[in-house]
């Protein structure tokens, strides 16, 4: 079951197995990317194409503001937002542009570890080599990664997959649980509070094709059924671009926390009712991350070390023999460092201008640094190692629901074998013939 999946494909599978085409899919039918290409789809994604050449609205533009855009060209756009929502949908689904073209977003994407493409907010504050608070004095290690230039050792860059944690929402208490986590591990944490997931897949996707490693996704969200839904629908959308950009690298997603199941477990062992959020719709149980951080304070830490222990490795920087030249300089810094270090501020900056001009101006040689492989035995939502069969009876199991079974039907008639690919999914026979055959059969035991 490796061929190209599209709609065609999945209508030949119902007629195969006789499963509907809701079946088939794992998200609702006007929404699963690989069930696009009705007549209606395929003519919204060509009007919006058309729109968006004939207002030259460049393809990184935000969704919202092409709204707006398009209303000011005066291109024939009616301002109907949910049409342009569908229809940009469809050309993303259909091919007519990119996965990552025109996102609908409404805030950055907020970035704990500063790496990017420049339009993110940074959080971490880069702490200076000469530290007064400390009283230390540290030389960066400088070496060069094979191929990556002359930056510094970054041991994230030396793990051997790469690893992103999405966290739905954004507080000092959630950050007090999962940056540190994610920098010991090397591990990028990325806040996604108004970001579709299909936006969020593309966006993703769109990194990964620059990065060979495998790429491993943990989502944190709410405990909520849209919380319970994202992972699912995220992995089905990075499936979906995968299936479309085979020199994409391996991509397993899996979802760290909320579930309302969690919270039943903590709850009982806090020995106390986590409040639910102020904002939820009435007979729908849902507990907010920020919530949980308070009531349950390390819990949410917990999670995000043991599953990030999991997929990485260890890495330590080699050591780099110095220069008897570098070495001296060095030394010349720790020992005016020594002396001058409870007395003036300005007279440090001096020594660590020394020390910087000399690593600077030295070159060192490429290292080969080795690092184990990681363990990827784990549960995933979405696995590459699947076929599309598979990883459909996963997203089922999520919901509780029994696995499909791929087998291809064949005649309902006893002593007929023949397969029923040909024939409607209520079929049962696979001819006419046989159908008042069996329908005889069936008069004469009366």
Known sequence: MNDFI???????????????????????????????GTEGQEEDARRFVALMRGAKIPSHTHLRDCHYLLLHAEVGY?????????????????????????????TRLLVRDGRGDGEEIEYEIVKPYLSVETMSFAIPAEIKRRGDGDDRFDSRLHQPVRVIVLLEKDSDALREEVVQPCLDAGAELRVTTGFTPRTLAGRLAQEALLDPRPLVVFLITDADFDGDHMPTVTSRHLEFIRSRYPQLPPIYVSDIALTLEQVTKIEAKIGRTIPRAPDRIEGRDRVELNALAIYAPGWLRERVEWALAEVTVEVEAPEVDLPEELAAFIAKGERLADRLLARVSERLTKIEGIVSRAVEEWQPDEVEVWVDDPSMDRD????????????????????????LDFTPRVCALPGCERTMEHRVVQARYCSPEHTREAGNRKRRRR
């Open 78 to 106: 009616d301002g109907d937002w949910e049409w342009l929502q569908k229809a940009s949908k469809a050309a993303r689904a259909l091919g007519l542009i990119e996965p990552w073209a025109f996102p609908d977003r409404r």
């Open 6 to 36: 599209d709609r065609d494909f999945l209508k030949r599978l119902s007629q195969k197995t006789g499963h509907p085409l809701p079946k088939l899919v794992a998200l609702k039918t006007d929404y699963d990317p690989f069930l696009a």
């Open 380 to 403: 995933w939502i979405l696995g590459p190692e699947r076929d599309y069969g598979e990883q459909l009876n996963v997203y089922r199991a999520r919901k509780g629901w029994p696995p």
